[in-house]
Structure formats: structure tokens, C-alpha cells
């Protein structure tokens, strides 16, 4: 897969950039606050996902103006495609011309894999980053995932205001339930899915740590389930699941909030054993991330046949002169969109070429 072409117009600082990407490494570089993660976030949006930066859509339009658009011309699927977005309240797209109802029909259509600082929340802090990590990387292989984390959604919001309700009225005792039951099915299905794509995606991001670390330090990765939490227990037994749900119904009750279930699940992330949130240095949780992040594109391409598009945004930070040389020469062979502020960071790629930004417009473009 790769992006040909992308016209960006009203978007974040960018009032319009037309820019042609080649199918190689493409380093976006310039000062700070000059538009390169703006760009790396707009063709991510490509993808049909949200922003990696919490941003709502119409937050992404830039500022007096009453809409955004984004353009790209991308290759997938063995034939050119054409993505068109208008970036208002609501994100509407149009794909070789057909309006799509959602979003959530580029699921799988154009796919990428995008590191940015704000994923160090992945090793940094709690257990959503992760649970949304898996999640995204699942929905990207597999669409119709997105339907299933719907469903398990929508029945533990019904429960949870059961929950509430059920102290004032008695009678809801009984629906209260149903929707146990109906709980357990699908979080035995979520836990599955994720545990299978976390067996796989173990072998690759502990390969690419070993190179990127030089092999000084061994990552280790295990899916926490509170729901039939060990490893090696059938998450399909519904039966299980339901007496662990039954047993925390007093606790559910107390909080008014499901406390076991998917959507309470972490994704261990150790180096030699120790947690890398709390013993990490900061070089050794950004690797922690790029293994990931790269570990996830090498299953892209397992699933897919094809790389998925690879999006840096200021991914040399803290990472020393070794590491570096590592990463930038284990992605020759897709196609990359990098972003740094020292056009020292990228002297030692060839084939590619190097574009600086300045004010969210395109000052320079060089081949190399």
C-alpha cells in the first residue's frame, strides 16, 4: 500500500498543501509548530480512523474557517483509489466517488500503522491506551471487529444503567440477567480475538526490540483478562465467566459500573522481566512503542499481502545513534512518512526524499 498524492486544505495550521509522496521514505522536516504532524495526522485520517490526538473532527479545521477537506490518491487492492473528506462537525467522505455512510467502510481499505509521542501512553499510563492499541490494529485486519466491540458496548451500557436503576425498582432484577448473559458471549468473543492477535504479534515485537535494543534487553508481552484472567483458560467458557461476573455483582452494585470485562482488560508490557512503565528509562519505552507499532505492520503484511503505509512523527527523540540507524534502515521497504526538526536525522537514507514545512505550506522538496 501507498499514498501517491494527498491535497490538504483548512486543516489544524495548513491552509493547502498539495504534496506527491514517493514510494519510499518520505522525511517531513522543519522547525516546531510548521504543520509535520498536522500532515502525519491528516493522512491518517486516511485510514478512516479518528485522530491519534484525541481530536474531534471539527476541532482538526483550522481556525476561522468553517470546514476542512483532506484528498488522497493511494494505492490498495492491486488499483488506484481516491479518498475525498470534508472535515466539518461530522466527517463525510466520498471513495472513487461513492459517498460512504461512515467512517467505519475504510476499515481495511487503506491501512497504516502511525507512531506518534502521544502513543507512549501505551507504556506511559493505564490500560486504555493498550485495550484502544489492540482494538485499532484488530479493526484495521479485521472489519467486522468493529461490529462485535459495538455490540459489547452497547449491552455493557445497558447494563451499567441497570445497575443504577435496579436499587429503585426490584423488578429489573430479572433483566438484569439477560444482559449477564449476553455480556459473557460477547466479552468471551472480544478476549478471544485480542488474546489470538496478541499471540502473534508477540514473536514479531520481541524480534524487532532485540535489533533495535542491539539485543541488550528481551520485551515480553501478556494479555490480563479480568474475566478468565489465566493465560490458558478457554475465554469461550461462558459458564466461567458468568460466576466471576456473579461474584462481583456486589462490588458492580456498590460502584453502579461493570468492574470485570474487556473494557477493564491491560496488555503487560515487561523488559527482562521488569515493568517497563515503571523501570524503563525513556529511550526504552519509545523502543518499547516502535517494537509495536512495527510489530503490527509486519502482521498487516501477513494478513494483507502488502506493508501498510508507516507514519513517524518525531520519532528520533531519546532514541541514540544506534537505535536510529536501526529503524531507519529495517523500513526500506514500504513506504514511510517521517517527521523530525535536524535534517541531520535522516543523512543516512537513500531513495527517498526530504520536504520542509514551514507554516503549514511546502518550502523545499529534495531527492536523495
Not at 524503563?280 to 519509545?286: A, C, E, V
Request: hydrophobic residues 40%; glycine residues 8%.
Amino acid at each position: 500500500m501507498r499514498i501517491d498524492r494527498i491535497r490538504i486544505n483548512d486543516f489544524r495550521n495548513i491552509p493547502s498543501l498539495d504534496l506527491h509522496l514517493c514510494p519510499g521514505p518520505n522525511v517531513i522536516w522543519g522547525e516546531n509548530g510548521q504543520g509535520k504532524t498536522n500532515l502525519i495526522e491528516a493522512l491518517w485520517m486516511c485510514t478512516g480512523a479518528k485522530s491519534f490526538r484525541g481530536a474531534r473532527d471539527l476541532q482538526t479545521v483550522r481556525f476561522g474557517c468553517t470546514q476542512g477537506s483532506v484528498e488522497s490518491v493511494f494505492f490498495a487492492q492491486e488499483r488506484e483509489q481516491y479518498l475525498y473528506l470534508i472535515l466539518d462537525k461530522k466527517r463525510v467522505g466520498l471513495l472513487n466517488g461513492v459517498a460512504m455512510k461512515s467512517m467505519n467502510e475504510m476499515a481495511g481499505k487503506l491501512c497504516a500503522v502511525v507512531f506518534s509521542p502521544a502513543h507512549l501512553a501505551l507504556v506511559k499510563e493505564g490500560p486504555a491506551a493498550k485495550r484502544r492499541f489492540l482494538d485499532t490494529a484488530i479493526c484495521q485486519l479485521k472489519p467486522a471487529y468493529l461490529d462485535l466491540l459495538g455490540k459489547y458496548t452497547r449491552v455493557l451500557n445497558q447494563r451499567n444503567q441497570l445497575l443504577k436503576d435496579v436499587r429503585m425498582e426490584s423488578s429489573l432484577w430479572d433483566t438484569l440477567e439477560l444482559w449477564d448473559d449476553q455480556l459473557c458471549i460477547l466479552a468471551a468473543k472480544v478476549i478471544q480475538v485480542r488474546r489470538s492477535y496478541l499471540k502473534k504479534l508477540a514473536p514479531w515485537a520481541q524480534e524487532i526490540y532485540r535489533g533495535i535494543s542491539g539485543g541488550r534487553e528481551k520485551l515480553a508481552l501478556e494479555y490480563r483478562a479480568t474475566l478468565g484472567a489465566r493465560e490458558r483458560e478457554d475465554p469461550m467458557d461462558t459458564h466461567k465467566l458468568r460466576a466471576q461476573l456473579m461474584a462481583a455483582r456486589g462490588e458492580d452494585l456498590r460502584l453502579r459500573a461493570t468492574t470485570l470485562g474487556p473494557h477493564r482488560d491491560d496488555m503487560e508490557i515487561r523488559l527482562d522481566g521488569h515493568s517497563a512503565r515503571l523501570y524503563g528509562s525513556q529511550g526504552q519505552q519509545r523502543s518499547c512503542v516502535l517494537a509495536l507499532k512495527l510489530a503490527e505492520c509486519q502482521l498487516m503484511r501477513e494478513y494483507l499481502g502488502e506493508y501498510p503505509v508507516v507514519l513517524l512523527d518525531d520519532v528520533m527523540s531519546e532514541l541514540d545513534e544506534a537505535r536510529r540507524t536501526y529503524l531507519l534502515n529495517s523500513l526500506r521497504d514500504r513506504q514511510l512518512v517521517l517527521t523530525c526538526c535536524d535534517a541531520g536525522d535522516f543523512r543516512t537514507l537513500e531513495g527517498g526524499q526530504a520536504v520542509r514545512i514551514a507554516a503549514g505550506r511546502t518550502a523545499e522538496i529534495r531527492k536523495f
